[in-house]
């Protein structure tokens, strides 16, 4: 059973992220929608993830602050997400 919290920054927000072993400071965008060029990323732990199932199980316990991070634009959100 998976425990603790997981949320979504919201459009505008700046955060430092890790790119190519470099702290990189990136504001969120709204979608490109191309969903094949990019991972998940963990902004809490700063941690990328290569496939779903390894970012399934970093989630499973613990609170977490995920993020699409594309690879030709940066960090990028989808409004809907946090919509339930």
Known sequence: MATGKLTF???GEEFVVT???HPTMMKVQ???ED???GHWY???H???FENQMTKDGHIHHGNHKL???CHRHG???DPKWGEK
Do not use: F, N
């Open 9 to 11: 920054p919201e459009i």
């Open 19 to 21: 790119v190519a072993g």
């Open 30 to 32: 709204g979608p490109c």
């Open 35 to 37: 969903i094949h060029s």
């Open 42 to 44: 963990c902004l809490t």
């Open 46 to 48: 700063h941690k990328g």
């Open 67 to 69: 993020v699409w991070m």
């Open 75 to 77: 960090l990028e959100i």
